[in-house]
């Protein structure tokens, strides 16, 4: 899968080169920041779209190098605001330490939600779930056109139609 600046490969469990990187982005500090078990997350995700065919984890490519991993995750119904909502999908990013600082989270999250947006016409949102003191992801998602909102569980939604 391809966006204009990044290439995302789709995490192979199998892969030992894929497994290293994961071990990289384990001990990387804050890594807890995407995840609070990164390696368990990833294997639901991998496990979830044989289910689904839309959750997946990836590894993300810039400039030839391997920067972070990206994670989709598909809900058929979510609640929200005590509303169920149909369907929507929902992303995560983490960069290694020395990818960070360099614009390049707000970059990813802009160009792979518009390009989710446009693989499925279904969403008419992208979702994304922050901590409230991550201040550096919350900055990367408004810089990529996620809007804040209130609610019991997400934080941030990128409308198709502001993109």
């Known amino acids: 899968m391809l966006t204009d600046n990044f290439e995302l490969i789709i995490f192979n469990l199998e892969n030992k080169e894929h497994l290293i990187f994961l071990d990289k982005m384990i001990n990387s500090p804050n890594s807890e920041l995407i995840s609070s078990d990164l390696k368990r997350f990833v294997e639901r995700n991998i496990k979830k779209n044989k289910e689904d065919n839309i959750t997946n984890c990836y590894i993300v490519k810039y400039n030839n190098e391997l920067i972070g991993l990206s994670f989709l995750n598909y809900h058929p119904k979510e609640k929200r ?4 909502l149909l369907e929507e999908i929902e992303i995560g990013f983490g960069l290694l330490p020395e990818f960070r600082g360099k614009g390049l989270g707000s970059l990813f999250e802009k160009e792979f939600s518009e390009y989710l947006l446009n693989l499925y ?6 979702v994304a779930r922050v901590e409230e003191d991550n201040i550096s992801s919350i900055n ?22 502001e993109h």
């Not at 016409?121 to 992208?126: L, Y």
């Open 81 to 84: 605001n005590n509303e169920i």
């Open 140 to 161: 990367a998602l408004k810089k990529a056109g996620f809007e804040r909102y209130k609610d019991d569980e997400y934080h941030y939604k990128k409308n198709r139609y």
């Open 121 to 126: 016409p279904q969403f008419n949102e992208i």
